[in-house]
């Protein structure tokens, strides 16, 4: 209705304003023509005139006839107002025309086409029997348009009146979903993930609709990987703890022989030792995804890195009799920090290493892409299943079930690496066959 009325009221003034800068002029000459014409004719047949004033009248028009001197005469409707100047009736009676419809004031809610007052005419010297009079004249708009307004302002009350019905309708229809999403937000609030929205709408709100779902899915979905980093957490630490507690209880007995006192002290070495790494590792990723690492950013060449990082594993490729293939130009340079990056290429190769059979082989490769380094990592093992992929960055998760903390791996190495990769503002990614994994490692270039 706000809109309605609003829109309504700056019409009414910009028509207004059309009228008294366009409209106003050119129906004041129009209104001199008529009256001239009239001038002619009373001139010609002074005996009619009444008659012939009283029928134009009857035609639509308001004419007032006055000598100035008490000798008034009005034909058809009466004027609303008259407040005729003297002068103007003066000015008149001195042959001049009067342009009282031109010279109306403009009024910023009052249409002068409309304002039915004597000011408002038009006005033209006559002479008939023997004196001078000032003709006055202008349209009657009731007799002319009458009929028109009634239609005009029945098209505008109804336009109101449906528009009014349709807003409420539309309202309605663009309201409801909103007061479902509206309702939706607190169920999510509550911790209630499994909802369901109409997405069939094609408009805006059906595109909201579908991006909230995917948005509570994947809320459901953190909502159940923060349960499992907790219960992961508590595994974790909780088999090495016992295990270290059994066997300091064994080796608490006097009898024991030596060499079993040797292999369980090697054993609760063992588990202390991945204790130690699981603890540095998660407040490593603790510190990443809080920004809490202050990176000590500078430039070196990318391929030194990569060959330090392999020669850190160079024994296990020797064991495992792996073949590894770097093709990484001496120009590349990356921005970053040197510590972290490390690990990218260290938690990467030895992922390739410890997964692939022995005899296969680890190619690196790097290229300079517009302000992109890209960085791939290909190994020709057995691939990872699909239905893995998109989980292999979570905290915790194994692609083999299987896998024991005895490995000695925590499961948290590529959530690490995928943070690292994200603080220096680039991107991971990784597809896999049955011919072998690809990690592609984007990084800003310097």
């Known amino acids: 209705m706000a809109v309605i009325v609003s829109s309504s009221i700056l019409g009414f003034l910009l028509s207004n304003t059309y009228y008294h800068v366009k409209l106003k002029p050119y129906n004041d000459e129009k209104l001199v023509s008529i009256v001239k014409q009239m001038k002619q ?11 012939y004033l009283q029928n134009a009248a009857s035609l639509g028009y308001e004419i007032y006839v006055t000598d100035g001197q008490g000798d008034d005469r009005s034909y058809g409707r009466e004027f609303r107002v008259r407040d005729l100047d003297e002068k103007a009736i003066d000015l008149v009676l001195a042959g001049k025309v009067y342009h009282g419809v031109a010279q109306f ?25 023997n004196k001078n009079y000032a003709l006055f004249m202008r349209p009657d708009v009731i007799l002319q348009f009458g009929e028109l307004r009634i239609f005009f302002a029945l098209i505008g009350l109804l336009t109101v009146a449906i528009s009014i019905l349709l807003f409420l309708i539309s309202t309605r229809y663009l309201v409801k979903p909103l007061t479902r999403l509206s309702d939706a937000t607190k169920q999510i609030a509550q911790g209630n993930y499994n909802l369901t929205l109409s997405t069939k709408r094609r408009d805006e709100i059906g595109q909201l609709a579908g991006h909230f779902m995917i948005m509570s899915r994947e809320l459901e979905r953190v909502d159940q990987s923060r349960q499992q980093f907790v219960a992961n957490v508590s595994h974790e630490i909780q088999s090495p703890l016992t295990s270290i507690q059994g066997f300091a209880k064994v080796l608490a007995e006097c009898d024991l022989p030596q060499e079993d006192r040797e292999h369980y002290s090697t054993i609760i070495e063992e588990e202390s030792r991945h204790l130690s790494l699981l603890s540095k590792q998660l407040l490593l990723l603790s510190s990443l995804e809080q920004g809490q690492s202050a990176l000590s950013k500078m430039a070196f060449p990318l391929r030194s890195q990569i060959r330090q990082a392999v020669q850190m594993l160079q024994w296990q490729l020797d064991e495992k009799e792996l073949l590894l293939k770097m093709s990484v130009p001496d120009s590349i340079k990356i921005y970053g920090d040197e510590v972290l990056l490390m690990q990218i290429w260290m938690n990467l190769l030895s ?15 790097a290229e300079q892409i517009g302000s992109e380094c890209l960085i791939y990592i290909r190994d020709t093992g057995n691939g990872i299943p699909p239905e893995h992929l998109p989980f292999i960055f979570d905290r915790f998760y ?32 990784v597809t896999s066959s049955t011919e072998g994994t690809l990690f592609t490692v984007a990084l800003p270039h310097l």
């Open 351 to 365: 992922n390739a290493v410890n997964h692939i059979p022995h005899g296969r082989t680890i190619d690196i490769r």
């Open 41 to 51: 004719y009373v001139e010609k047949t002074p005996e009619s005139i009444d008659l």
């Open 398 to 429: 194994r692609v083999d079930a299987a896998r024991k903390s005895s490995s000695g791996r925590s499961g948290l190495g590529l959530a690490i690496v995928k943070k690292i990769v994200q603080i220096h503002g680039g991107r991971i990614e």
């Open 105 to 129: 004031p403009n009024k910023w809610f009052i249409s002068g086409f409309f304002d039915n007052r004597l000011s408002n005419t038009v006005g033209i010297l006559v002479q008939f029997s």
